[in-house]
């Protein structure tokens, strides 16, 4: 009785955990279906009926279809562009090996160390100096916004990436090259295609990030209508008032989402970071 009862411990612990952990989701969604008056009397009741028109107000205010848009650029565009340019980045940094070669992948990997907010001001100098010299609108655009992206991801992603090509047989690609495969060639018909869990895990990592990314766009994005999704919510929250039911409403929105892309992709996320992080 006593070992039954030790192993169900465990189970009603990590049980508890997890409401405890989903408790915010449940006060998030509930109240998205509620008046003000109603929400103020239990936050934690269900809502007494089902009624869209919270959803339908918040998606108006936040003028939610151009949002998504914006998102939907921003986070495609800039995760399509660290996966190629990471995975390149690390191959070569695996293959050419030497101290140049270790030298930046010890400079990509303390980018990782180096806390966002003791740079960003320091960035918006640099993206406005640019701007002068250049022409080029680096601040309040989707592409300058871009570029910093594909800066702060590179970091991450090449670690993971290096990680898993050292396990790839150098062999594989030697086969190619006498078959008369070029460099360029060896790369997307070799090595690319078995960087899949890999790939998949910078794409999960890279997605749950930018998505649900709020102060690097806070800081750069002015426009209305360059403004993301979370960017765009956050307008619920004034400085003297808050509409509580359409801000919950406006939140589901913005992480529903990513939500169901996680779901569909949890299986890849432990198999290639466990994968990304073998050293060869």
């Known amino acids: 009785m006593n ?15 997890c409401l405890v952990y989903l408790l915010p989701i449940y006060m998030i969604f509930t109240n998205s279906f509620k008046s003000r008056s109603e929400m103020y009397e239990n936050m934690m009741a269900l809502p007494s009926r089902l009624t869209l028109e919270y959803y339908q107000s918040a998606l108006s205010k936040m003028n939610f279809w151009v949002s998504l848009r914006n998102s939907l650029l921003l986070t495609v565009i800039s995760i399509g562009l660290i996966v190629i340019l990471s995975s390149m980045t690390a191959w070569m940094i695996a293959r050419y090996k030497g101290k140049v ?9 303390a980018t990782m160390l180096i806390p966002f907010q003791t740079i960003m001001m320091p960035l918006m100098q640099e993206m406005t100096w640019i701007e002068k010299r250049t022409g080029l609108t680096m601040t309040d655009s989707i592409p300058g916004l871009i570029f910093m992206y594909i ?34 060639q060896v790369f997307w018909k070799i090595v690319f295609p078995n960087l899949k869990s890999t790939t998949i895990t910078v794409i999960i990592l890279d997605v749950i990030w930018i998505w649900n990314d709020y102060l690097l ?17 956050s307008k619920f929250f ?8 359409e801000a919950m409403a406006a939140l589901v929105v913005t992480i529903l989402p990513v939500i169901v892309f996680y779901l569909f992709c949890q299986k890849y996320i432990v198999k290639g970071v ?7």
């Open 3 to 17: 070992s039954k009862f030790k192993k169900i411990i465990p189970n009603i612990l990590m049980m508890a955990f």
């Open 101 to 109: 070669s270790r030298f930046f992948l010890s400079l990509l990997i």
């Open 151 to 184: 800066g702060f991801g590179a970091g991450m992603a090449v670690f993971l990436f290096h990680g898993f090509i050292s396990t790839i047989p150098i062999s594989l690609e030697e086969a190619a090259t006498i078959d008369g495969c070029n460099t360029w």
């Open 217 to 233: 766009p806070s800081l750069t994005l002015k426009a209305k209508e360059n403004r993301t999704i979370p960017i765009s919510a």
């Open 238 to 245: 004034g400085q003297y008032t808050i509409s509580w039911n």
């Open 274 to 280: 466990a994968a990304g992080a073998v050293k060869g």
